[in-house]
């Protein structure tokens, strides 16, 4: 099954973020989305493979 979070960032705090990310899931990460809202917060979607049904 497949489980998208989510996590708001700063600009500068995006690669600790996406690092916390990848050390969590490793390689049953799958997709890492950035997105800028109009006032310049970042989403970051991380979806990964979740090995519970």
């Not at 996590?7 to 995006?14: G, N, P, Q, V």
């Not at 690092?19 to 809202?37: A, F």
């Not at 970042?42 to 979740?50: D, F, K, L, M, Q």
């Amino acid at each position: 099954m497949r489980i998208t979070l989510k996590r708001k960032a700063f600009l500068e705090e995006i690669p600790k973020v996406v690092e916390e990310l990848v050390k969590e899931y490793g390689s049953s990460l799958k997709v890492l989305t950035i997105e800028e809202d109009e006032k310049g917060c970042y989403t970051i979607w991380a979806t990964y493979e979740s090995s519970t049904s």
